[in-house]
Structures are given as structure tokens and as C-alpha cells.
């Protein structure tokens, strides 16, 4: 298949490149490198360090002789959006282009607007050049459990049958998320929902856990395929912190009493779960939504985890919760669409953490340490996250 990865740079999209590509598929990457952008304003770099795009593609040319074709711009320029469709003439997109870490939106009311106008003007401009360009295209968009909140009935996946007043019907599941960026992902859901069903879209919404990994089979072939492992307390995600934090003999940061509870997945699953969505794509007008995520742990939990794992003394530190969410929460959710598509998961193990472990260690004398520390608060509107 010719496939179209957008957010082809970064933490998640570069690697499912690799993934794709090496699956067969002809695979063009695009981005506008904000990503590399939001690094200098925070003054933080990845812990990992990653080479340009270009370089990248080279060095995946030169391994496997597979082409990858780049685009630079930006989502929010339309020109350049059906400018590319019209090019590449994909037959799936897979849409990891978007700002990612809740704090970031939390910063303050800039950043929340940036956040929203970026993720959802984004990807109401690539509805508009699919329908526009080829309406038989499968949008493959990354999604968040987040969207969900934790609600205290079961989560299913994306629709939910209702009985009310003696009627029924199936409605999109109810969202409460915990963030402006979480937020943002709702308004993405909806516009992509009602673009299936006005224009006969096909949509698949991976309603994705927190990641954790760094390394894929394609990425491991060489330090110049590496993708980045974000550690700061804004773009860094919950397990690849508490590695770090081992590694340097830092506390790890529990926020409050670590009784919040997520679903998570291994970055190598992240891969193989978009691919299968990709190989199996949605019906012409359906929205159809997958909760990507492959077990789900308390914060405690993977602390706990990271901590008998470490091959050293390791502390944990419960820090006042800087965010709103609620801990000791109800939590289950339904995860079994990917499951039946083949999907085979690799569940969080000692050997996994293990050789994180190493990574962390290959690398640990790049970390700035104030950039550990959480600085944005949900409670504040605006916190002083630029002074690290
Ligand atoms: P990332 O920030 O590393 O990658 C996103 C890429 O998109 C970056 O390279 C960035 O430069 C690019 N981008 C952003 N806005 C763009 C625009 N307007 N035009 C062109 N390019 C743009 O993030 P990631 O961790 O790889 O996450 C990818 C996607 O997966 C995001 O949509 C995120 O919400 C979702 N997701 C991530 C996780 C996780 O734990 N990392 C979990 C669930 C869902
Ligand atoms: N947390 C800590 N200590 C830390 C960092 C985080 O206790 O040092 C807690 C947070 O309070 C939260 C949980 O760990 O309860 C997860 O936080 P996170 O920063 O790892 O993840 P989150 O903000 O939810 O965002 C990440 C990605 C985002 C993706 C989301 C999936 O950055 O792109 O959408 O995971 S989900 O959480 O399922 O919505």
C-alpha cells in the first residue's frame, strides 16, 4: 500500500515508517520539525540523540535499499496538505501530527491555543484535502485514552449502546478528558466522525495508552534510526521518566498518591497496531475506533515495577499532584478489536525495563536535571515553565 505517515519525525511516527516500510508498503514521511522546536523553547533535548530526517532516510536507504519520500510543512497550511495528498496519492494516512504532552497545553493560555488550533485545525484541513483529493483514502488517526477521563463505568471502544427513556441508541462514548490536549483529541473525534458520516470517509481513531520503549527491530539497526526518549517533566511520558530517574539515583516523581491508573503500550506494539489498521481498513462511512492499549497499571504500580526491576537503590517521592485527575479511580476498559486483528502483545516485563535501563545509562550524562521537575500546574493559569 502506499502509505502517508504525518508526524513522520517524531517519537512514534518516525519508527512506524520504519515499520511500514519494512512491511512492504511505500511509505513518505512529512512533518514541519515543530517538534524539534518545542526542545528549544524548553531548553531540553532528547535523552537519545536523533539525527535530521534527512539523514535518517539516508541511513534506512542504505540498510534496506527501501526509499522513504519526505515532506516538509506545515498541517495548518492547507495548500501544502492537498498539495501532498495530491502528490502521493496515499491510499491510507496515518496522522501522528499533532502537539502531544498535556503540560504543554497547560503551560498557559498561549499554549492552549496553540495546542487546539494546531491538533484540530490540522486535522480538519487533512478531512478537507481527503475528501477533496480521494474519498476512498483510510485516515488512520492517533487518538488518546485520555479522551475517555476515567469514568466510573466500563469504557468501550469509541460507541456505546444506550437505553434512555425507554429508547436505545449507540452514541459516541461520552468524553471527560484532563487537559486541553486531551480536549483537543475530542474535537478531532467528533470533526472525523462527522466527516464519515456526511462524506463517506473511512476513519479508524486509535485511542492510544502511554507509550513507553525506545527501541523498534528497525530502529535498533543503527544509532543514526534512533528515535527520541523524551525525560522532562513536559514531553517526557510516565514510565521513560521513572527509568531515568532510576538510572540518576533521583526519586521517582510519583504525582499524588500514584492511585491513577492508565493503559499503556510498548512502542513496538504501537507499530504493529497501526499497521494492522492500515492492512485492514475501515468500511467507506464508518468511524471506527480502536483502544489501543495492551494492560493497564496504576502509577504506584509502574513505579513499583520500575523500582524492583533496577539493579540499584531506587526511591519514590509522592510530590504534590500538579495536575486535576482522580486517583483511586474505577477503571476498566474494552480492548479487544486490535486483539482480534492479529495484534500480539508485549506485555511490561523485567527485560524490557532492563534494557531501558540501558539506554538511560548510554546516555544519562545529557539529562538537565531541573528539566525533571514539574513546573506546570492545572490549578494555575499560567506556570513558569520557561525559566528551566
Ligand atoms: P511527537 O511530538 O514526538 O511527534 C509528533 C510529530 O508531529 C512531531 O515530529 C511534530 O513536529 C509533528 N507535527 C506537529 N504538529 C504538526 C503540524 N501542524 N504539521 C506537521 N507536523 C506536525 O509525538 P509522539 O509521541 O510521536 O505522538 C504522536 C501521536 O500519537 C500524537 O498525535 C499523540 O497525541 C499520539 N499519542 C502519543 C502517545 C505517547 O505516549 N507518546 C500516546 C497516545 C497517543
Ligand atoms: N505522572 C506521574 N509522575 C510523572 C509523570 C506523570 O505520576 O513524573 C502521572 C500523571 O499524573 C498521569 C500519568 O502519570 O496520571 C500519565 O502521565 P504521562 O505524562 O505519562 O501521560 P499523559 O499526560 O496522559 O500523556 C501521554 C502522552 C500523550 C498521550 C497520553 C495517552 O504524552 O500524547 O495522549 O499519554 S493517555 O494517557 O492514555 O491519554
Redesign the pocket.
Known amino acids: 500500500m502506499r502509505i502517508l505517515v504525518l508526524g513522520g519525525d517524531g517519537y512514534l511516527g518516525w519508527p512506524t515508517a520504519l515499520h511500514l516500510s519494512q512491511a512492504g508498503h511505500d511509505v513518505a514521511v512529512a512533518d514541519n520539525f515543530v517538534r524539534r522546536q518545542y526542545d528549544f523553547e524548553l531548553g531540553v533535548e532528547s535523552l537519545v540523540p536523533i539525527e535530521s530526517l534527512q539523514t535518517r532516510v539516508s541511513a534506512w536507504r542504505e540498510h534496506t535499499g527501501k526509499d522513504i519520500a519526505v515532506y516538509v510543512g506545515d498541517l495548518c497550511d492547507h495548500d501544502h496538505t492537498l498539495g501532498m495528498l495530491r502528490d502521493f496519492r496515499p491510499e491510507a494516512v496515518v496522522h501522528f501530527a499533532e502537539q502531544?504532552?498535556?503540560?504543554y497545553s497547560m503551560i498557559d493560555r498561549k499554549h492552549a491555543v496553540y495546542t487546539q488550533v494546531n491538533n484540530v485545525v490540522g486535522t480538519l484541513n487533512l478531512l478537507y484535502a481527503i475528501a477533496e483529493v480521494d474519498r476512498d483514502i483510510h485516515l488512520v488517526k492517533l487518538g488518546?485514552?485520555?479522551?475517555y477521563g476515567t469514568p466510573n463505568i466500563d469504557i468501550e471502544e469509541g460507541w456505546l449502546e444506550i437505553e434512555h427513556n425507554g429508547r436505545r441508541d449507540r452514541v459516541l462514548y461520552p468524553k471527560r478528558?484532563?487537559?486541553f490536549?486531551?480536549l483537543s483529541?475530542v474535537h478531532d473525534s467528533h470533526n472525523i466522525e462527522f466527516t464519515c458520516r456526511i462524506w463517506g470517509l473511512r476513519a479508524t481513531d486509535l485511542?492510544?495508552?502511554?507509550?513507553y520503549g525506545q527501541q523498534t527491530p528497525e530502529t535498533a539497526l543503527d544509532d543514526r534510526l534512533a528515535t527520541r526518549f523524551d525525560y522532562d517533566?513536559v514531553?517526557?511520558?510516565?514510565?521513560n521518566?521513572?527509568v531515568i530517574q532510576a538510572v540518576l539515583g533521583h526519586p521517582?516523581?510519583?504525582?499524588?498518591g500514584?492511585g491513577?491508573r492508565?493503559?499503556i503500550i510498548d512502542i513496538r506494539d504501537t507499530v504493529q497496531c497501526v499497521q494492522l489498521a492500515c492492512e485492514n481498513p475501515a468500511d467507506r462511512g464508518e468511524f471506527r475506533v480502536f483502544n489501543q492499549?495492551t494492560e493497564s497499571m496504576s502509577?504506584k504500580e509502574?513505579?513499583e515495577t520500575v523500582a524492583r526491576c533496577y539493579p540499584g537503590d531506587v526511591t519514590i517521592e509522592n510530590?504534590e499532584?500538579?495536575?486535576v485527575?482522580l486517583e483511586g479511580h474505577y477503571y476498566n476498559v474494552t480492548h479487544t478489536r486490535l486483539l482480534d486483528l492479529g495484534l500480539s502483545p508485549h506485555l511490561l516485563s523485567d527485560t524490557l525495563i532492563t534494557s531501558l535501563f540501558d539506554v538511560a545509562k548510554r546516555h544519562a550524562h545529557r539529562v538537565k536535571t531541573p528539566a525533571l521537575q514539574?513546573k506546570v500546574n492545572w490549578r494555575d493559569h499560567a506556570s513558569p515553565v520557561q525559566e528551566t
Open positions: 502531544r504532552a498535556a503540560p488518546t485514552m485520555g479522551e478528558p484532563g487537559s490536549y486531551h483529541k485511542n492510544q495508552g502511554v507509550v517533566a514531553f517526557g511520558t510516565v514510565l521518566r521513572f521517582l516523581t510519583v504525582y499524588g500514584g491513577q492508565r493503559g492499549m502509577v509502574i513505579a510530590l499532584n500538579p495536575r485527575e514539574p
